[in-house]
């Protein structure tokens, strides 16, 4: 069946550095969709993607949507400590949403 | 002040008792979904609906069972059926029916521990 892997599955960067977490598909997406749960809390959605190849900015973040609508990626730039938390891309099946196992991102002050 | 509520936010339950999430929603929203969280895993769809009176079994829907008499409430039941209960249980709702297409929002969660 459709899986949507994610990684790395943690990562811990010193204030400022870049941080990027991948995400990829065994399937060709419609879309793709990424949430962040900060620690203790729920998952709160970010941004959603559809088109191939298609790039989009929030701020210090960056999402791209690979160019066969497999593949997904979040750029973080400067991270700072309030962009802790864990990272998951979601694509859909049907009705429902795969999610990936997440990334969690720590950050050093 | 729109959202979606579940309670209560931490649940203990001795082994052997079924027990009674609760989610609501004033969004309007058609669709409702329940998750399970494990450390590791991400989220892992056990019920959804699309619409009242409807719902169907997600990838881990054993030992678990829901209902949807009203738009707005979707209550899942951790039955003693379920092997490996003790998890943080995450209820969503969508806009309508493709799922899929549009953004999910998530309740607070609830943190059942099953001693």
Known sequence: ?109 | DGGITQSPKYLFRKEGQNVTLSCEQNLNHDAMYWYRQDPGQGLRLIYYSQIVNDFQKGDIAEGYSVSREKKESFPLTVTSAQKNPTAFYLCASSIDTGGSTNEQFFGPGTRLTVL
């Not at chain 1, 994610?6 to 550095?17: A, D, L, T």
């Not at chain 1, 941004?47 to 750029?75: D, M, P, Y």
Request: charged share 15%; hydrophobic share 30%.
């Open chain 1, 1 to 109: 069946g459709q899986q949507v892997m994610q990684i790395p599955q943690y990562q811990h960067v010193q204030e400022g550095e870049d941080f990027t977490t991948y995400c990829n598909s065994s399937t060709t997406l419609s879309n793709i969709q990424w949430y962040k749960q900060r620690p203790g809390g729920h998952p709160v959605f970010l941004i959603q993607l559809v088109k191939s190849g298609e790039v989009k900015k929030q701020k210090r973040l960056t999402f791209q949507f690979g160019e066969a609508k497999k593949n997904s990626s979040l750029h973080i730039t400067a991270t700072q400590t309030t962009d802790v938390g864990t990272y998951f891309c979601a694509g859909p099946k049907g009705n429902k949403l795969v999610f990936g196992a997440g990334t969690i991102l720590r950050v050093k002050s």
